[in-house]
């Protein structure tokens, strides 16, 4: 334990992980592949599997640590690389930081990006009427533009609860998953603290993607519980609780992830309803 000890004092030196090292496994620090010997590490992982419960210790002692617990995914099961963690495809340096950002702004911007009417392929060129009904279905009943993001909860349950009854069913159904320990003050600032690259072929800065998952975190009370090559697993202790909520948020989704609809349910209305009174958000970038 005191490799720990001292490993977590390198990434964080201004904390007392003490009590934090006392509970982990064997592991390592991680940081950026970038060809620089100098280059500070960005995150602790565990050598191996997480052992049931450790991530909700771990939570329960960020507030003293400052440490954000991750449950880290590889790229696939057979991945003995463990890609991108133990590989280091991570870029701290790349990206700007969160509160540059308004999310509502980022949100209509995304919106826009993935809802025109031109397709990007074709230099701008109009889409021809089968396509543009195509997506018109796919974004009713906001065809006329924009909806705005939804209304934030009236009441939020206990996001910390949520979080960690997420982390324990996600563990359970996974074997392969991985502790990781960032300084970060949440889990949406982790992905940025950490250079977490997933939505690269969306996003290219992640820190606004962090800035949108800190909007979410105190509308909806969610939390950024696991994180993989190209995913997210977010807890939500505040989902929408009626239909025209739902559709609203689901908006935000397209507006956040498109893939998640383009390449999944096919349309707001078929996404929606799934949203209703669910305590787990899934996002994964193509």
Same mark, same amino acid.
């Given at each position: 334990?005191? +490799?720990?000890?001292? !490993?977590?004092?390198?990434?964080?030196? !201004? =904390?007392?992980?003490? *009590?934090?090292?006392?509970?982990?496994?064997?592991?390592? $620090?991680?940081?950026?592949?970038?060809? +620089?010997?100098?280059?500070?590490?960005?995150?602790?992982?565990?050598?191996? @599997?997480?052992?049931?419960?450790?991530?909700?210790?771990?939570?329960? %002692?960020?507030?003293?640590?400052?440490?954000?617990?991750?449950?880290?995914?590889?790229?696939?099961?057979?991945?003995?690389?463990?890609?991108?963690?133990?590989?280091?495809?991570?870029?701290?340096?790349?990206?700007?930081?969160?509160?540059?950002?308004?999310?509502?702004?980022?949100?209509?911007?995304?919106?826009?990006?993935?809802?025109?009417?031109?397709?990007?392929?074709?230099?701008? %060129?109009?889409?021809?009427?089968?396509?543009? /009904?195509?997506?018109?279905?796919?974004?009713?009943?906001?065809? !006329?533009?924009? @909806?705005?993001? /939804?209304?934030?909860?009236?009441?939020?349950?206990?996001? +910390?609860? *949520? =979080?960690?009854?997420?982390?324990?069913?996600?563990?359970?159904?996974?074997?392969?998953?991985?502790?990781?320990?960032?300084?970060? /003050?949440?889990?949406?600032?982790?992905?940025?603290?950490?250079?977490?690259?997933?939505?690269?072929?969306? %996003?290219?800065?992640?820190?606004?993607?962090?800035?949108?998952?800190?909007?979410?975190?105190?509308?909806?009370?969610?939390?950024?519980?696991?994180?993989?090559?190209? !995913?997210?697993?977010?807890?939500?202790?505040?989902?929408?609780?009626?239909?025209?909520?739902?559709?609203?948020?689901? =908006? %935000?989704?397209?507006?956040?992830?498109?893939?998640?609809?383009?390449?999944?349910?096919?349309? $707001? /209305?078929?996404?929606? @309803?799934?949203?209703?009174?669910?305590?787990?958000?899934?996002?994964?970038?193509?």
């Amino acid at each position: 334990m005191n +490799d720990a000890h001292h !490993d977590l004092r390198r990434l964080r030196p !201004d =904390a007392e992980p003490a *009590a934090v090292a006392a509970l982990l496994p064997a592991g390592r $620090l991680v940081g950026p592949d970038d060809n +620089d010997p100098d280059a500070p590490p960005v995150l602790w992982m565990s050598d191996g @599997p997480a052992p049931l419960g450790l991530w909700e210790e771990l939570h329960r %002692e960020h507030p003293t640590s400052g440490l954000w617990p991750l449950l880290l995914a590889p790229l696939s099961t057979t991945d003995g690389a463990f890609r991108p963690w133990g590989t280091g495809e991570l870029a701290p340096r790349a990206g700007t930081a969160p509160d540059l950002y308004d999310p509502a702004a980022l949100l209509r911007t995304g919106w826009e990006y993935s809802t025109t009417l031109v397709d990007a392929d074709e230099d701008g %060129e109009p889409l021809d009427p089968e396509e543009a /009904a195509e997506l018109a279905g796919s974004i009713a009943p906001f065809t !006329d533009g924009w @909806p705005g993001p /939804a209304p934030a909860a009236a009441h939020l349950g206990d996001p +910390d609860a *949520a =979080a960690r009854s997420l982390a324990r069913n996600l563990l359970a159904a996974n074997e392969h998953l991985r502790i990781g320990l960032v300084p970060a /003050a949440t889990g949406a600032e982790a992905l940025t603290a950490c250079g977490w690259t997933g939505p690269v072929n969306h %996003e290219d800065d992640v820190a606004k993607v962090s800035a949108v998952l800190l909007d979410w975190e105190r509308r909806y009370g969610t939390r950024v519980v696991q994180v993989g090559f190209a !995913d997210l697993e977010l807890s939500v202790s505040a989902p929408p609780r009626d239909g025209d909520t739902a559709l609203r948020i689901a =908006a %935000e989704h397209l507006a956040f992830c498109p893939d998640n609809i383009f390449q999944g349910a096919g349309s $707001l /209305a078929e996404y929606a @309803p799934g949203l209703v009174g669910a305590d787990q958000w899934t996002f994964w970038w193509d």
